[in-house]
Nanobody
């Protein structure tokens, strides 16, 4: 059974930082490209960052230079370091891989 479990969300002030983590089980983790997506209220889910099985990375324009995705194949985890957070970053953040594997999401709220 495939499981993706996110953690690390919370409330942070603008300009602050958070680190999200996704723990994967039930898959050959090292074989998969891993994604972070987010969905804000009333908006479509959008891709935030990608790290391939070869550790190449890609980011949405809105987070370039502020967010960093990384993975640890020994621990089956993929992290998202988020710096210089803005109110527009407020959303539920989801871990994703494969055809249709999703975590339950973790809430990130950026507000003063």
């Amino acid at each position: 059974q495939v499981q993706l479990v996110e953690s690390g969300g919370g409330l942070v002030q603008p300009g602050g930082s958070l680190r999200l983590s996704c723990a994967a089980s039930g898959i050959g983790f090292e074989l998969y490209d891993m994604y972070w997506y987010r969905q804000a209220p009333g908006k479509q889910r959008e891709m935030v960052a990608l790290i391939t099985n070869g550790k190449s990375t890609a980011y949405a324009d809105s987070v370039k230079g502020r967010f960093t995705i990384s993975r640890d194949n020994a621990k089956n985890t993929v992290d998202l370091q988020m710096n210089m957070l803005k109110p527009d970053d407020t959303a539920v953040y989801y871990c994703h891989c494969g055809a249709d594997y999703w975590g339950q999401g973790t809430q990130v709220t950026v507000s003063s």
